[in-house]
């Protein structure tokens, strides 16, 4: 038996991965982002902040996002995610819950209005 | 106005630097939710030579222009915020424009001459995708007016 409810995963987020290229000119990865899979989540709220860096006040907020083990699980590297507040979070680590029940999906986004 | 508006207005009359980065070129510091690329510009010291009476007539402005840019376009972040960063440099570096002060009325145009110091690149890799930074220098010799600028 899962130790998830499903019940709580009530949250329909968007999980997108990066394609990446490189700039003919600069040599520096650029990443195209594509839908992979449209999941159902539970949303652990963390915490919200305000920070000031590249000359701009920069609001962020910050979470984690609970849904069912998947065979292959995302990484920070090249998955990033749509939550369900139609903001782009950058996966910030995946933590395993139980033995291959779920997964934890840490994540922060930009705070401002979307 | 000061030297800071008046070079700002002239380099934001550039097609080339208008179609890069709009009129996204702020004092201080970027709006919260600016659109990339975009720039920030100030006045890092202005220099204004003791006359023997009155006030200065001459003064020499250090000018800085900071372009952040985010991936976007199919073009990395570091190629953005170049080619912003070349577009303004391209418009002020050994120019002599004459700058238009249009606070007071008839405009006032005033005698500048610019030149290029120095250039650095950065980057913010955790915001908004990974932001590049190119900052770059300018030295502002002009004409004040009345102890304007």
Redesign the interface.
């Known amino acids: 038996m899962s130790g998830l409810s499903a019940g709580a995963l009530d949250r329909e987020i968007t999980l997108q991965t990066a394609t990446v290229s490189t ?1 003919d ?2 040599g ?5 982002w594509d839908d992979e899979e449209t999941i159902w989540a539970q949303w652990l709220p963390g915490s919200a902040r305000e920070l000031w ?7 962020t907020i910050e979470g984690g996002y609970v849904v069912y083990d998947m065979s292959s699980r995302p990484t920070p590297e090249v998955n990033r995610i749509i939550g369900h507040d139609g903001r782009t979070y950058d996966l910030k680590g995946v933590t395993e819950m139980g033995r291959g029940e779920g997964l934890l999906l840490a994540v922060a986004a ?1 705070a ?2 979307v | 106005m000061t030297i800071r508006d008046l070079i700002r207005d002239y380099v934001l009359a550039d097609a080339t630097v208008a179609s890069l980065i709009g009129t996204r070129i702020y004092p201080d510091q970027l709006p919260q939710k600016v659109t990339y690329p975009a720039a920030v510009i100030l006045s890092v010291d202005i220099v204004r030579p003791n006359p023997l009476r009155g006030v200065a007539s001459l003064a020499s402005a250090r000018v800085q222009f900071d372009v952040y840019a985010s991936p976007g376009n199919g073009q990395s972040s570091r190629a953005r915020a170049d080619a912003a960063g070349t577009a303004i440099r391209n418009r002020l570096d050994g120019q002599a424009p004459t700058l238009s002060d249009t606070s007071v009325s008839p405009a006032v145009g005033v005698n500048a001459w610019v030149r290029f110091d120095l250039e650095t690149e950065n980057a913010e890799p955790e915001l908004d995708g990974g932001l590049s930074r190119h900052t770059a220098d300018y030295f502002v010799q002009y004409q004040t007016r009345t102890g304007a600028y």
């Open positions: 700039d000119t600069t520096q990865e650029v990443q195209s860096q590249a000359r701009q006040i920069d609001a930009r401002e209005a």
